[in-house]
């Protein structure tokens, strides 16, 4: 019976070895096949803009092409579904905000899945400060006019977002809180097609992260106000804070992360690290994401995961001050 026992325990060690020495080499191996990143965005928007050179490092530094897939809805909560469904082998990555994690579980009664326990952190690709931008035929070229304005026309102002619960929204709920001013929401599909809203003139205002509005505030086709940022930002350096504007304590940033399924192989999580690193950090990428006004992160799975439970608590509270709800 003890000589059973001994075998039996031999054989177990012996089996337990030679699947870590296969895990290991699987990772090792990996990546063999094209990578998916579902967005939870629409194209053409902040996240869009960000990943896009992201995927073409990742794409050079893995030897497999990264091919984003757009699965807007519910907040994010579709695409994110489609990943925390998906094989945990790290050929499906979710590409999100940190409003779509740190938002949705205040904003729903009841969510789909659970951040915390299906998907394991990567990396924090960036946090971006937003700007406050109108259309140019609005009657107001600083914050304390637009204030002023808003006060005179209560109801009259209209402002767009991403959608309901997004960053854009609950960003500037907070506005509204902060200075008592009722302006109109108006939500939309995505960041990408809010934003044109109001280059349309569709509606009069968005709180929206920086990339995608510089060109447009160069060609005159929007007009930004201040930046939510504790300093002015080097792509728009003469545009002030919103505490320089007369609004202090108002900061919002838009952050980017990537994320794998629970049950994904570590050596797989930090290989993606890494590479996402050493892709954000190519001088070539750098530069051209910076000159963007978009702020480089890069950190590690385990801070990823600090940031998002600092920002859940952070908008849990606008989230119930507002009693904002989407169920």
């Known amino acids: ?135 140019p035929s609005v009657k107001a070229s600083t914050l304390k006019e637009l204030l002023a304005l808003a006060r005179a026309n209560p109801g009259k102002l209209r402002y767009s977002s991403a959608g309901n619960g997004s960053t854009n929204h609950l960003s500037t709920e907070l506005f509204k809180m902060m200075e008592k001013v009722d302006v109109v929401h108006v939500p939309y599909k995505g960041g990408g097609p809010g934003l044109l809203a109001v280059v349309s003139n569709e509606v009069d205002m968005m709180i929206i992260s920086v990339p995608t509005t510089v060109p447009l505030i160069k060609d005159g086709r929007l007009r930004v106000l201040a930046v939510s940022a504790p300093a002015r930002i080097r792509v728009l350096p003469d545009v002030p804070t919103m505490a320089e504007a007369g609004m202090p304590g108002f900061e919002t940033s838009a952050g980017i992360g990537l994320l794998a399924p629970a049950g994904t192989d570590k050596a797989i999580i930090s290989k993606l690290h890494a590479s996402t690193v050493k892709a954000i950090n190519t001088t070539e990428i750098r530069q051209r994401l910076e000159l963007q006004g978009v702020e480089l992160i890069g950190n590690t799975p385990e801070e990823f995961t600090a940031v998002i439970r600092d920002e859940t608590a952070k908008w849990h509270k606008v989230v119930r001050a507002g009693n904002i709800r989407v169920d």
Request: charged share 10%.
């Open 1 to 135: 019976m003890i000589d059973c026992d001994y075998k039996l325990g031999r054989a177990l060690a012996l089996l337990l070895v030679l699947s870590a020495f296969g895990s290991a080499a699987s990772a090792q191996a990996y990546p063999t096949k094209p990578l998916r990143f579902v967005s939870t965005y629409a194209p053409g928007g902040p996240v869009d803009l960000t990943a896009r050179p992201v995927a073409q490092g990742l794409t050079q530094l893995l030897g497999q092409q990264v091919i984003i897939d757009h699965r807007p809805g519910a907040n994010g909560n579709i695409g994110a579904l489609v990943v925390v469904k998906s094989a945990p082998d790290g050929y499906t990555i979710l590409l999100t905000s940190t409003s779509q994690l740190t938002i949705n579980p205040s904003l729903y009664s009841k969510m789909p899945f659970d951040t915390a326990k299906d998907l394991l952190p990567i990396t924090l690709i960036s946090m971006t400060p937003t700007v406050l931008v109108v259309h």
